[in-house]
């Protein structure tokens, strides 16, 4: 299509037909009880979205209504994110002429998270080759190599709690901090710039919320031109004077184009933190709450990769993917796009027992789907889970006796899940040995 309208008309155009236009009419279906629409349009569902997905999943294993349809069902959540015929995103139908519209107006300059070519938009062959490309500078060894550098971090976080008062809060002090520190430093980004990118990822994020409004749509958008703008001078820079990090890696290759390697670095920078400071959160919440199995985690350090696995089923912290058809499916007809609830998936009991009950012993807590799965299955998968466990056992190591200290917030959108604020009491203790040294000293 060949046009050219100004930027905030391009702005309000893309806004209007993926979010304004579609979410007034969820908001709407939802208004009257349709199931589908409730799950992403009800802030009642948004609060305690658990109830909502048995009430769906009762219906049977695809619910539909005349614009979407969602599953909760794990047979069909992990049958469809594996199945070639359906494609990840709202893909344009080729009769969807709206679609394509907004494609047009989309901006190269703001390009977000949820927009090919980042890896979560794009398709094989052209996700294979790119995704090809990262995985070589990302494997399990390297990966597994930040174990110590992780740790490192975690104590110095936690020497700043313990220096400070006695009750703070866990996201701003270290859920957060922890992982934007790693990934930044893992990916080649200054780490004096992290508030930056929280702040930047955070509103980056919204993109991916189906019911963005237009003041939270400009909000994002100014965040992704940000992010684009920065990182193309330290791309310039990197190719100039390259480092050992990843991202330098990436440029060395030659293989990526300029924004092939914006969208990649900043899809990894986001995904490498908003996902990981949920699950923290979560998990820390969630033993917090149940005493006695912290108590058996701080007794027999062995349980913390199991534990985790089941706050990653629990409480997923991202909470449902779009696949659209592009052929006829027996789950739902070419064109058409289904909502799969990972969160809801987790609590199917024809996969786990007694599913609403948080139990960090379930023998098969790793069946969950909450790195999706498919093509497009989380490519940090084992550093989420690595840092994860480094996180809560340096955590719990260091405060025994932590304590909640307020209520908790809840944060985040309609598909991440996760808190904002987590006020707790450290219960003193708290210094390294080395430092108790000293002071004796
Ligand atoms: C608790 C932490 C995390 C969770 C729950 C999580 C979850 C997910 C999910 C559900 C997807 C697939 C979405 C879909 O199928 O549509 C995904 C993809 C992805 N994740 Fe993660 N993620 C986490 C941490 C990370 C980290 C630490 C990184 C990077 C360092 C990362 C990088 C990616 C990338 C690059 C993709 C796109 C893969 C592709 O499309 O080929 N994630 N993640």
Redesign the pocket.
Same mark, same amino acid.
């Given at each position: 299509m060949n046009w050219n309208p100004s930027r905030p008309a391009r702005s309000a155009l893309v806004w209007g037909i993926r979010y304004g236009l579609p979410g007034a009419a969820i908001r709407y279906a939802a208004r009257r009880g349709d199931p589908v629409a409730k799950v992403i349009a009800d802030p009642e569902v948004l609060a305690d979205p658990f109830a909502a997905y048995d009430r769906l999943r009762a219906r049977g294993p695809v619910v539909a209504n005349r614009m979407v349809s969602a599953t909760a069902s794990h047979a069909v959540v992990n049958s469809v994110?594996r199945d070639e015929h359906f494609l990840?995103g709202p893909t344009p139908a080729p009769t969807n002429w709206l679609s394509r519209v907004a494609a047009a107006a989309v901006d190269p300059a703001a390009l977000g998270p949820g927009e090919p070519p980042s890896?979560?938009a794009i398709h094989p062959p052209q996700?294979t080759r790119l995704?090809g490309l990262?995985s070589r500078a990302?494997t399990p060894r390297a990966v597994a190599a930040y174990s110590e550098r992780i740790r490192e971090i975690a104590d110095e976080l936690l020497d700043d709690i313990a220096r400070g008062p006695a009750t703070f809060d866990l996201i701003d002090t270290y859920a957060a901090l922890l992982?934007v520190t790693v990934?930044a430093e893992?990916i080649g980004v200054p780490v004096t710039n992290r508030a930056q990118f929280l702040d930047w990822g955070a509103k980056a994020a919204m993109s991916l919320d189906p019911g963005m409004t237009w003041r939270e749509y400009r909000v994002a958008d100014r965040a992704i031109r940000d992010i684009h703008t920065w990182l193309g001078t330290h791309i310039a820079d990197l190719r100039r004077d390259p480092g050992p990090d990843m991202l330098s890696r990436l440029v060395r290759l030659d293989e990526l184009t300029d924004v092939e390697l914006k969208s990649?670095a900043q899809? *990894?920078l986001g995904?490498?933190?908003e996902?990981?400071v949920?699950?923290i959160g979560n998990a820390v919440a969630l033993l917090l709450r149940h005493p006695d199995q912290l108590g058996a985690l701080l007794a027999d350090a062995s349980g913390w990769d199991k534990a985790v696995e089941e706050v990653?089923r629990f409480d997923?912290?991202?909470q449902m993917?779009?696949r659209t058809a592009h052929t006829d499916t027996e789950h739902v007809p070419a064109g058409q796009s289904l909502i799969v609830l990972?969160g809801g998936a987790n609590r199917d009991p024809a996969v786990f027992d007694d599913p609403h009950r948080f139990d960090i012993t379930r023998a098969n807590a790793r069946e969950h789907l909450?790195?999706?799965a498919?093509?497009?299955?989380?490519?940090?998968?084992q *550093?989420?889970r690595m840092?994860?466990v480094i996180a809560l056992r340096a955590l719990f190591e260091r405060f025994p006796n932590l304590a909640a200290a307020g209520t908790p917030v809840r944060g985040g959108t309609r598909v991440l899940r996760g808190y904002r604020h987590l006020p707790l009491r450290t219960g003193k203790v708290g210094l390294r040995a080395v430092e108790q040294d000293q002071l004796a000293g």
């Open positions: 994110l990840a890896l979560l996700h995704r990262v990302f992982p990934i893992i990649t899809l *990894l995904a490498g933190f996902t990981t949920k699950l990653l997923t912290p991202v993917t779009l990972l909450a790195f999706s498919g093509v497009h299955y989380c490519l940090g998968a *550093l989420a840092e994860t």
